[in-house]
């Protein structure tokens, strides 16, 4: 038996896909412990994790992009964020690894302190992606503003000429940052900010084609096993069983991103259509009106009301968004920043779904893409076929497994 030691960010977006693949190592007879947040300890435990939370002071950064005006802006917002919090992720990486001496370690891609702190530790290094991570690949458009691929010499020049203009700035300001960080870990200094993804082992990516775009170039060292999800055990509301006829779920993101006017535009666009509408805020309800086909809530499990579900309106959080698409419920997506302008490119060249920019989200907007969204069924299922073909947690394991065995054959 092995110790295995994972580390995650402070959101529930990188803590549920992360879930199932220590629920299979544990099956296989692994000790897990995670480092994660603390309100989820009981249902962590139940599943024979243990579990130690992260240190508070991470969670006290804010997420400062709520107010970005553009994709560039809130990619530097991003990178200044999970530098600051890197300053406290990394020590508590590194106590967790005196406490635990695991025999290898997960990393969010996230968290950026601890990356560094688990390359200076030496050992087996897993990384775990729950987007489509920021890493150059042949073909890809730079990552950011969610650009559509273009083939061909008119698309090499398009990216070559786009990508210094997206990535340029927020490399700038992260790279003497990480090295900065870096260099108190006695580690030497990054080229680029792929230099620095790349740095574990093996990675993870909680997405496969043909959902996400074809990246040739990345094996053997990124992994994209599917999507992976989990939720806590919560019995499904009773209202829910009381709803006739097909629902439709609309959520936001669990970081506050003010994109609140997502729901209360659903609602009304939504109100005279043949759906019941449940809508969500994880991130705190705001006041809104709620018409007589819908129900807003802060929380509710997505699982059952996706069972129900014949089409998923979201921001664009991967989470959410592979959710629905993981059952083969098409999704109309509506993008506020973060990665979810990628995510949102992804919904259309997959075929999956509809993408509506939040500059021009309206009633009537909406409402025609949410129609046609749930014309794309057949796409949908195309995705879920593709995550299943990943191999998913187990596929994870494998790779967690392969690292181990290479430590022990060198040893």
């Known amino acids: 038996m092995s110790t295995v030691l994972a580390y995650t960010s402070p959101a529930i977006g990188h803590l549920f896909p992360l879930v199932p693949l ?32 992260i240190d508070p002071a991470i969670d006290d950064v804010l997420v400062p992009d709520a107010g970005a005006k553009n994709a560039r802006q809130a990619l530097e917002l991003g990178v200044k964020n999970f530098c600051a919090r890197a300053e406290y992720d ?66 090499r020049l398009r990216d070559a000429v786009a990508r210094p203009l997206v990535v340029g700035a927020a490399q700038r300001i992260m790279r003497p940052w990480i090295n900065d960080l870096r260099a108190g870990y006695g580690l030497p200094p990054v080229r680029s900010s792929d230099d620095f993804f790349r740095r574990p ?56 991103q003010a994109d609140e006017a997502l729901v209360s535009t659903a609602l009304e666009a939504l109100a005279d259509e043949p759906y019941t509408v449940v809508a969500t805020m994880p991130a705190g309800l705001k006041e809104t009106r709620v018409p007589g086909n819908a129900r807003l809530e802060e929380f509710v499990p997505h699982g059952p009301v996706l069972d129900r579900a014949v089409v998923a309106v979201t921001h664009g959080g991967m989470g959410a968004t592979q959710k629905a698409l993981a059952r083969g419920i098409p999704v109309c997506v509506v993008p506020f920043g973060r990665d979810q302008l990628e995510v949102a490119a992804r919904v259309v ?56 065995g290479a430590l022990r054959a060198s040893g």
């Open 22 to 53: 220590l629920r299979e190592l544990v099956a296989r007879g692994h000790a897990v412990h995670v480092r994660t947040l603390p309100a989820y300890a009981d249902q962590l435990a139940a599943l024979g994790l243990s579990l130690s939370p």
């Open 201 to 256: 082992d093996r990675i993870l990516v909680t997405t496969a084609e043909p959902f996400e775009y074809p990246h040739p170039d990345w094996e053997p060292q990124l992994r994209m096993i599917g999507a992976t999800a989990w939720e806590p055990e919560t019995e499904a509301p009773a209202w829910l069983a009381e709803i006739e006829g097909p629902v439709v779920l609309v959520t936001t993101s669990s970081e506050y």
């Open 90 to 155: 990394g020590p508590d990486l590194r106590r967790a690894l005196e406490e635990v001496d695991p025999d290898v370690v997960i990393t969010d891609i996230n968290t950026w302190g601890a990356a560094c702190a688990a390359e200076a530790w030496g050992g087996p290094w897993i990384g775990f992606s729950p987007y489509t991570p920021p890493i150059t690949s042949r073909n890809t458009p730079p990552f950011g503003p969610g650009l559509a691929p273009m083939r061909g010499p008119l698309g």
């Open 349 to 404: 060249a997959s075929d999956s779904g509809t993408r509506l920019s939040p500059r021009r989200l309206s009633s009537p907007s909406l409402r025609t893409k949410v129609r046609e969204a749930i014309t794309k069924t057949a796409g949908a299922q195309r995705v879920a076929q593709g995550y299943v073909a990943a191999g998913g947690a187990a596929a994870g394991a494998d790779v967690v497994e392969e690292s181990l």
